[in-house]
Nanobody, 123 residues
């Protein structure tokens, strides 16, 4: 089984930065990819970024990397999401998710989910 726990959310002013972390407690070979999704009120869950467990490959939405950067900290066994130049429209619950696939983008490809962390960007 895999357990994913997010941290680092909070309230930030527009233009600011936040760094989210996802701590993964897994058994070997359960997860191949860790991704970040977000869900704003009244909207569908949206793919933000993904990285393979060993950090060799990353993937971002078709619109491009944008202002967010995903990375892997092997020493701490965490996956981080650096978010810069935040905008009010980035306000959402951010979820960490684990998949046995290789950087998939669909919600259905992810079997393991964290509880989410709230990010609120004020204007």
């Amino acid at each position: 089984q895999a357990q994913l726990v997010e941290s680092g959310g909070g309230l930030v002013q527009a233009g600011g930065s936040l760094r989210l972390s996802c701590a993964a407690s897994i058994r070997a070979f359960v997860i191949s990819t860790v991704a970040w999704f977000r869900q704003a009120p009244g909207k569908e869950r949206e793919f933000v970024a993904a990285i393979t467990w060993h950090g060799a490959s990353t993937r971002y939405p078709d619109s491009g990397k944008g202002r967010f950067t995903i990375s892997r900290d092997n020493a701490k066994n965490t996956v981080n999401l650096q978010m810069d130049s935040l905008k009010p429209e980035d306000t959402a619950i951010y979820y960490c998710a684990g998949s046995t696939g290789v950087v998939p983008v669909s919600v259905d490809s992810y079997k393991y989910w964290g509880q989410g962390t709230q990010v609120t960007v004020s204007s």
